[in-house]
């Protein structure tokens, strides 16, 4: 894809759009931190010491979330 068509593509993204892939990157952050905690608890691990791990992970998750808020607000001005 070359320079303008990736711009025309980019500019015909709605907020509904981005609505969706938030909700999306939501429910992957909560899937994330649920089966990563039951996987903890079968495997008889400190809860702590697991979300320790998972937490650089959930930073990038939540600044994606972030800027895609933004993106969403702009567009919705």
């Keep these: 894809m070359d ?44 809860r702590v010491s697991v979300m320790a791990k998972l937490e650089p992970e959930l930073a990038k998750i939540d600044s994606a979330l972030q800027e895609l808020r933004a993106q969403q607000a702009a567009l919705s001005a």
């Design 3 to 46: 320079e303008t068509s990736e711009f025309t593509t980019t500019n015909n993204v709605t907020a509904q759009d981005v609505a969706e892939v938030i909700a999306e990157l939501e429910q992957y952050r909560e899937r994330l931190v649920q089966e990563t905690t039951e996987t903890a608890k079968r495997a008889k691990l400190m």
